[in-house]
């Protein structure tokens, strides 16, 4: 079965990076996108970008364009995003998500908290 | 970019009864609109996708219709674990959320 493993919560203060990272199994890796989803505490769902898992080729929102980056190392099936100039409105709760043949999201991992504070 | 939106932000309904959630496009994403279902402290859950098709698992009370800019869900008999918050997202054009719907007890 599909399955996502996402690394543990992160604490970082103001202007850090961090690097959150989603470990796929159950399927050919390479054969499907992965979308990066992240819900700050009480609020919605916020699409940051998304990465193909064969090529490399990302498209990011543009609210995150300049401080994201996604990839992916095909050896270990995993994809990582990075995000750099962490504010205090970037705590949230990063999700990693699988695409499915139409585009919607079909598997998601559980999450990994990011808290920014000094 | 794509604005979704979801109304109302919250409803109220009683167990056993129907309860009907709408979503709003920007522009015509065709049937290209999936529904998720989030439970506290737990990762969305995909529910519907196409528009109108379930996902794997998904109960055949839910449903969901529209095309274009108008969407609904409708779950026929609301059930104590289908109280959550709901959202939509067009993938038309790369990806938009809706606000959500948060389903609660009446």
């Known amino acids: 079965q599909v399955q996502l493993e996402h690394s543990g919560a992160e604490v970082k203060k103001p202007g850090a990076s961090v690097k959150v990272s989603c470990k796929a199994s159950?399927?050919?890796?390479?054969?499907?996108?992965i979308s990066w989803v992240r819900q700050a505490p009480g609020q919605g769902l916020e699409w940051m970008g998304w990465?193909?898992?064969?090529?490399?080729?990302?498209k990011y929102a543009q609210k995150f364009q300049g401080r994201v980056t996604m990839t992916t190392d095909t050896s270990t099936s995993t994809a990582y995003v990075e995000l750099r100039s962490l504010r205090s409105d970037d705590t949230a709760v990063y999700f990693c998500?699988?695409?499915?043949?139409?585009?919607?999201?079909?598997?998601w991992g559980q999450g990994t908290l990011v808290t920014v504070s000094s | 970019e794509i604005v979704m939106t979801q109304s109302p932000a919250t409803l109220s309904v009683s167990p056993g009864e129907r309860a009907t959630l709408s979503c709003r496009a920007s522009?015509?994403?065709?049937?290209?609109l999936a529904w998720y279902q989030q439970r506290p402290g737990q990762a969305p859950r995909l529910l519907i996708y196409?528009?109108?098709t379930r996902a794997t698992g998904i109960p055949a009370r839910f449903s969901g219709s529209g095309s274009g800019t108008e969407f609904t869900l409708t779950i026929s008999s609301l059930q104590s674990e289908d109280f959550a918050v709901y959202y939509c997202?067009?993938?038309?054009?790369?990806?938009?959320f809706g606000q959500g719907t948060k389903l609660e007890i009446k």
């Open positions: 196409d528009a109108s």
């Open positions: 998500a699988r695409e499915s043949f139409s585009g919607q999201l079909g598997y």
């Open positions: 522009q015509s994403v065709s049937s290209n």
């Open positions: 997202q067009q993938y038309s054009s790369w990806y938009t």
């Open positions: 159950g399927y050919t890796f390479t054969n499907y996108g």
């Open positions: 990465i193909n898992a064969y090529n490399g080729n990302t």
